[in-house]
């Protein structure tokens, strides 16, 4: 592994017991430090070894060489090392993207692809039934092409277009799902202000994960917001914060509060949990209205803010009850609200035990006798059962903010892609896609992700599956429309 992978991640943790490796030849400590989602991307060279070398064992069962294809939009080839692989290299244009195929019928499949779309054009970002239609075709001949089970990884980052910046990783994933299992996502960042890039993992078995029949055009808008991803380093979290399962850090806040809003604004957040909007608003000398729907949430967050900071009288509110409710609950002193930054339940997650879905880890908090979910409130959105009537419901809440909102005005949305059962739930691209369609009350003003790197790996599939920890989450910044 690189050094720079090295770098960024926590300390290896032995696995329990001695497993044989059926995946890759990487040492268990390799092997834990792929598993971490984010990562300092070190160049071309890293990048695909990394992969190969992941995604491959050197030898087949039948002792083959494996054979790993990589697809290129541009002649400007990346640098490979096949890592004593057989490396096949094919070049397409991504206007010709919708005729590619592999020319050659009689061939073993490939055991691995990489699918390098980082220099396609504007073209690819076309979001008319046509350019889908092309970029499913293309992945349904990558499908043909690999072995049953095999892996194929897509490399793209978001695309420049005259109107903005376009999600392209996204849709190809989301429309990958005809032809592979979304597994998983990477985000390999970059220094200063160059676009993360993202590397998305499928494979070629059954999808048991939702699948769009088609995907609506998304409104984009310019400028997007600045930063690509943050780091905050924040303070541990004290008894009473610790009470709650899922809080996020009042830095990551205020990073966003000082770029979008002056002094004296109001900040808003519908689902406040404990109060941290409220206490990084008021730190920073604006002013700050929450509304949370648990009544033990709520006293927490009104002690947190009353005891905060730049907490004078008259310059926060803290409502209990259901964010549905927002135009009523908010005081009229508080409106128009001037920025909207929030984290809603990450779907049912908090009730999948088993995963590292919280900082602690859910069973280290069940031994200590810490709530493990928010509520058993039927209102509470981590409480709905279905997929899509979450996103249905989520997306409604984000509506009512819009209309305490003025045109133009920015919501912040931070959330996860989760897995669930072994399925890829897409919470962030399925609510853009919900709030941005050509009904939707916004549009997309970029995303800046948030790296968690002070929450410790876990060794999940260790030796027979690809299994990530998700220690990134997109903060998803929308403009009202
Ligand atoms: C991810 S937590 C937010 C944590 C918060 N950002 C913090 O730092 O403490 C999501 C919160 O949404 C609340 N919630 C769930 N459904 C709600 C609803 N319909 N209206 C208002 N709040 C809701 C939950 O009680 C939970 O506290």
Redesign the pocket.
């Known amino acids: 592994m690189p050094t720079a992978q090295r770098a960024v991640a926590s300390p290896a943790a032995k696995p329990k017991r001695t497993l044989e490796n059926r995946v890759n030849d990487l040492s268990w400590r390799d092997w834990l430090l792929f598993q971490k989602s984010f990562f300092a991307l070190a160049g071309d060279e890293s990048l695909y070894g990394d992969l190969i070398q992941f995604f491959t064992k050197r030898y087949a069962p039948d002792s083959r060489t494996n054979r790993v294809m990589a697809i290129t939009v541009s002649d400007a080839r990346p640098a490979i090392a096949p890592h004593g692989r057989m490396l096949f290299r094919e070049t397409v244009a991504s206007q010709d993207i919708g005729r590619w195929h592999y020319g050659e019928t009689d061939f073993t499949p490939f055991d691995f692809i990489v699918v390098d779309l980082r220099q396609c054009d504007a073209t690819l970002a076309e979001q008319t039934p046509a350019s889908q239609e092309d970029v499913r075709r293309f992945l349904a001949n990558c499908r043909a092409v690999l072995k049953d089970g095999g892996f194929c990884v897509l490399l793209s980052q978001e695309v420049e277009t005259a109107a903005g910046r376009y999600p392209l990783p996204w849709m190809l994933s989301s429309l990958a799902r005809r032809s592979f299992r979304l597994r998983d996502e990477r985000i390999g960042l970059q220094a200063d202000d160059a676009a993360p890039v993202y590397v998305n993992v499928l494979q070629a078995i059954p999808e048991i994960g939702p699948v769009h029949e088609a995907l609506p055009a998304l409104r984009v808008c310019a400028p997007a917001i600045r930063e690509q991803w943050v780091k905050p380093r924040p303070k541990p979290r004290n008894k009473k914060e610790m009470l709650?399962p899922?809080?996020?850090p009042e830095e990551l806040v205020q990073t966003f509060v000082t770029e979008l809003t002056d002094e004296g604004a109001v900040v808003f957040?519908?689902?406040?949990?404990?109060?941290?909007?409220a206490v990084a608003a008021l730190a920073a000398n604006r002013k700050a209205v929450i509304?949370?729907?648990?009544d033990a949430?709520a006293d927490i967050a009104r002690t947190r803010v009353a005891e905060a900071p730049g907490a004078a009288r008259g310059r926060w509110h803290v409502a209990h009850g259901?964010?549905?409710k927002a135009a009523k609950l908010i005081p009229a002193a508080f409106k128009p609200v001037a920025y909207t930054v929030t984290?809603?339940?990450y779907w049912r997650i908090l009730h999948n035990p088993g995963m590292h879905v919280s900082d602690e880890g859910q069973k280290a908090r069940q031994a200590k006798g810490l709530r493990t979910t928010?509520?058993e409130s039927k209102?509470?959105?981590?409480n709905v059962q279905d997929y899509e009537h979450f996103i249905d419901e989520l997306a409604g809440?984000y509506n009512c903010c819009a209309d305490v909102m003025e045109s133009g005005r920015v919501l912040t949305i931070v959330t996860k892609n989760v897995k669930f059962e072994r399925a890829q739930y897409p919470i962030a691209w399925d609510l853009v896609l919900k709030l941005c369609g050509d009904d939707g009350r916004f549009e997309y003003a970029g995303t800046t992700f948030w790296c968690q790197d002070d929450v410790g790996l876990k060794p999940f599939g260790m030796g027979c599956d690809w299994i990530s920890n998700i220690l990134h989450n997109y903060c998803l910044h929308l403009r009202v429309r």
């Open positions: 709650h899922a809080k996020f957040d519908p689902m406040g949990g404990t109060g941290s909007t509304i949370e729907l648990g949430w259901d964010a549905r984290s809603p339940p928010y509520s209102a509470d959105l981590g809440i």
